[in-house]
C-alpha cells in the first residue's frame, strides 16, 4: 500500500549483522528486509493457460543431513539457480529436480503434484519445502473429495501421468504439459488441474467465501 502498488510480489528477507565476519553466527544481529514489486505471472501467461515444458534435472536436491532442507534459505537458491539455467538453455521452461535418492522432489521454486486415474501424488516433506501454495492446493483438493497422497514416485510417473503441474506463490498453479520431451496426457491442462486451478485462482482473489480466511483485507 505504501508503494502504491494495487497487486505485487512481497520477499521479505531476514540476515545477519556485520558484527563478525566467521562462520559462527552467534551473537549477530539479525535485519529484516522487504522487497516489493510488481511481477506478472512468473512463467508467462501461456503457461497458466496451456502448460509448460519441464527437464528433468542433473542436478541434484540437497541430501536431508547436508542441510537443513526445509527451510528457505538464501544459499540453496545456487543449487535451483544452477538447475534452472541447465534447462533453460536446453530449451525447457523450467526443470524438475530429484532428490539423492532418485525420486522426484520439486521443481527450481515450485512444488510438484501428478494426477493419475483421478487421484493426486505429490512429494512427502524428506528435503523439500512446505509450500503455501502446495497447502492450499491439497485442501482445495479434499473440498472436492480428491484423494491426494504424499509419497515418493519416481521420473517415470511423470511421463506417464494424466497430468502434473507446479505450484508456488509466483508460478501459482502451472500445469506441465511435457517432461523431457514426452507429452503428458493430451498435452495441455487436464481437467482435474483446471478445476484446481480456477478455484485457486478465484480463493486468493476474494472471489469464493469458502476461502476468505487465506486473506487479509487492508
Not at 497458466?48 to 536436491?61: C, P, Q, T
Not at 536431508?64 to 528457505?72: L, R
Not at 521443481?107 to 486415474?117: A, C, H, L, R, S
Request: aromatic share 10%; glycine share 8%.
Amino acid at each position: 500500500k505504501k508503494n502504491r502498488l494495487d497487486e505485487c510480489y512481497i520477499r521479505p528477507i531476514a540476515y545477519l549483522g556485520t558484527e563478525g565476519i566467521g562462520l559462527n553466527p552467534a551473537g549477530l544481529s539479525v535485519h529484516l528486509s522487504i522487497a516489493v514489486w510488481k511481477w506478472g505471472t512468473y512463467l508467462g501467461k501461456e503457461a497458466i493457460d496451456n502448460g509448460i515444458r519441464v527437464k528433468v534435472s542433473s542436478f541434484i536436491r540437497h541430501h536431508p543431513n547436508i542441510s537443513m532442507t526445509k527451510s528457505k534459505a538464501t544459499g540453496y537458491y545456487l543449487n535451483s539457480v544452477l538447475a534452472k539455467q541447465e534447462a533453460v538453455r536446453d530449451g525447457y521452461d523450467e526443470a524438475v529436480m530429484l532428490d539423492p535418492y532418485g525420486f522426484v522432489a520439486e521443481g527450481t521454486g515450485e512444488n510438484i503434484f501428478i494426477v493419475k486415474n483421478g487421484t493426486i501424488k505429490t512429494p512427502p516433506l524428506t528435503s523439500i519445502l512446505s509450500g503455501i501454495t502446495r497447502n492450499c492446493i491439497m485442501k482445495i483438493a479434499a473440498d472436492y473429495e480428491i484423494d491426494v497422497h504424499e509419497q515418493y514416485f519416481a521420473r517415470d510417473e511423470i511421463y506417464t501421468a494424466d497430468e502434473a503441474f507446479l505450484t508456488g506463490t509466483a508460478a501459482e498453479l502451472t500445469p506441465i504439459r511435457e517432461a523431457d520431451r514426452r507429452k503428458i496426457g493430451s498435452g495441455s491442462i487436464g481437467p482435474v488441474t483446471k478445476r484446481l486451478q480456477d478455484t485457486y485462482f478465484d480463493a486468493i482473489r476474494g472471489r469464493n467465501d469458502k476461502y476468505l480466511v487465506w486473506l487479509d483485507f487492508l
